[in-house]
């Protein structure tokens, strides 16, 4: 029989995850590239892509987004 329990997925991807800890550090998109080992652009790219999957026009958005939604943590 299947379980009928709702299991939660996550709304970011692990590197998208990654690329918002570091933002919530004061970290700079250059740092974050460092950091990660991935060009600047990707790093945008990251951003953008979960700031579109959260509906919200700004960085400081889709960090208060995801801190109310507990996807994030201080």
């Known amino acids: 029989m299947k379980d009928n329990g709702f299991?939660?997925?996550p709304l970011l991807t692990k590197r998208e995850?990654?690329?918002f800890e570091?933002?919530?550090?004061?970290?700079?998109?250059?740092?974050?590239?460092?950091d990660l080992y991935i060009s600047?652009?990707?790093?945008r790219n990251h951003?953008?892509?979960a700031m579109q999957k959260l509906g919200v026009k700004g960085r400081?958005?889709?960090v208060v987004?995801?801190?109310r939604m507990g996807e994030l943590e201080l």
């Open 22 to 34: 570091l933002l919530v550090q004061d970290k700079t998109t250059k740092e974050i590239a460092g």
């Open 7 to 9: 299991s939660h997925k």
């Open 17 to 19: 995850r990654e690329v």
């Open 47 to 49: 951003i953008s892509n």
């Open 40 to 43: 600047e652009k990707t790093v």
């Open 60 to 62: 400081s958005q889709a």
């Open 65 to 67: 987004e995801l801190l």
